[in-house]
Nanobody
Framework: QVQLVESGGGLVQAGGSLRLSCAAS????????MHWFRQAPGKERDFVAA????????VYADSLKGRFTISRDNAKNTVYLQMNSLKPEDTAVYYC????????????????WGQGTQVNVSS
């Protein structure tokens, strides 16, 4: 069982930056692919980024490459999402998710999800 808790969301101006954190429970964090998804009101949940268990490999949604960076600190059981040059269209609830498999490979929702953290980007 894995519990995930996101933090770091809030209100920022367009062009600003925000760093989201996701803290995971348990002693098997280093066995999981970690993912970030986001969902705006009335829209589908979209894949944002993922990172391999060791942190050696990362995957990003094409539209977000160069602005968002995913990283992890296995000693702290934490995954991060650094968001730069934020745009109003980045406004969404951001979710952390964990799975033994990589979403972009298996095309199924990750097994464990956090509660989400709200990110609002103003014009």
């Amino acid at each position: 069982q894995v519990q995930l808790v996101e933090s770091g969301g809030g209100l920022v101006q367009a062009g600003g930056s925000l760093r989201l954190s996701c803290a995971a429970s348990g002693r098997t964090f280093n066995m999981y692919f970690m993912h970030w998804f986001r969902q705006a009101p009335g829209k589908e949940r979209d894949f944002v980024a993922a990172i391999s268990p060791s942190g050696a490999n990362t995957v990003y949604a094409d539209s977000l490459k160069g602005r968002f960076t995913i990283s992890r600190d296995n000693a702290k059981n934490t995954v991060y999402l650094q968001m730069n040059s934020l745009k109003p269209e980045d406004t969404a609830v951001y979710y952390c998710a964990a799975d033994r498999a990589l979403f972009t490979v298996v095309s199924r929702p990750p097994h464990y999800w956090g509660q989400g953290t709200q990110v609002n980007v103003s014009s």
